[in-house]
């Protein structure tokens, strides 16, 4: 990124406990322009450390608490109600819930259906209505239902992160006013770069998902100084002005998850 123009950016989805030398690596991202960072939890081990982090780098992370979908076949209902409990003793101190979700992959059903996704799903939902918390939801191959139980629970702000869906629920997630984001693989992934291209720059965020590994010929794991990657891609796609999506996209994030930051 040196010699790159620097715009002021949110990562609004980073799994921060997933990374080695975070010190470093929250460093880089500030050089890069990165000003705020969105730590989303996935389990309850991740989500104490989402805590922790946030609290050593207090006004740069900012935690989010969730229960992925992937978890769940590795916990019985009281294991679930734990997670449950967790999350709302600590919600005051979070900006969102998440991540959460549903996934219909084939190898995730098998491992967790999609009648027990949906459950937790709605018990999750019902954590950020009650406490007016945005969501962060995971869809992947659960567009429809995902978007369906979003809107039953009266969700004011919920974000479909990484979207790869069809674009008639793209359309309904754009009419409820919800947004989708932005990851790297805007750079190359058909799905998700259709996405992004019909999605207006008011629904818009951008993320990494860091540590996820990016690329198709060239791999690299991912860091939040990756997220210049997803705004380039994006204005690209959009033939858009890559400092005029920043702005929009930053201020967009600051509204979204009610951060405490000054533009």
């Known amino acids: 990124m040196v010699g790159c123009k620097l715009y002021r950016l949110i990562d609004t989805h980073a799994h921060l406990e997933e990374i080695e030398s975070l010190d470093l690596v929250l460093e880089e991202a500030k050089e890069n322009g990165v000003i705020a960072i969105v730590a989303v939890g996935s389990d309850y081990q991740s989500n104490v450390k989402t805590l922790e982090i946030s609290q050593k780098y207090c006004s740069f992370v900012y935690p989010a608490l969730g229960l992925h979908p992937w978890q769940l076949a590795n916990l019985g209902p009281s294991q679930l109600n734990d997670n449950l409990q967790f999350i709302e003793r600590n919600i005051v101190t979070t900006v969102a819930v998440g991540e959460i979700g549903l996934d219909y992959d084939k190898r995730v059903v098998k491992a967790a259906s999609k009648e027990l996704q949906k459950d937790a799903l ?4 019902d954590l950020a209505k009650r406490y007016d918390k945005p ?3 995971h869809s992947r191959y659960a567009w429809k239902d995902s978007f369906s139980l979003a809107a039953r629970a009266g ?9 790869t869906g069809f674009s008639s629920v793209l359309k309904d997630i754009i009419t409820s006013g919800y947004f989708i984001s ?4 805007a750079e190359y992934h058909e799905e998700h770069r259709r996405a992004v291209k019909e999605a207006p720059l008011s629904s818009l965020l951008l993320e990494t998902d860091c540590p996820v590994t990016y690329g198709r010929e060239i791999k ?16 690209q796609l959009k033939g858009a002005d890559e400092g005029i999506l ?6 967009n994030a600051i509204d ?8």
């Not at 932005?182 to 693989?185: E, L, M, Q, S, V």
């Not at 100084?225 to 994006?234: E, F, P, Q, W």
């Not at 920043?246 to 201020?251: D, S």
């Not at 979204?256 to 533009?263: G, R, W």
């Open 220 to 235: 690299y794991k991912s860091k939040p100084a990756d997220v210049v990657r997803s705004l380039k891609a994006a204005a």
């Open 182 to 185: 932005a990851t790297p693989a």
């Open 122 to 125: 709605k018990h999750l939902l």
């Open 135 to 137: 969501a962060i939801i």
């Open 155 to 163: 969700i004011d702000k919920a974000v479909f992160h990484w979207f």
């Open 246 to 251: 920043a702005e929009q996209t930053t201020g």
């Open 256 to 263: 979204f998850f009610a951060l405490d930051i000054m533009l």
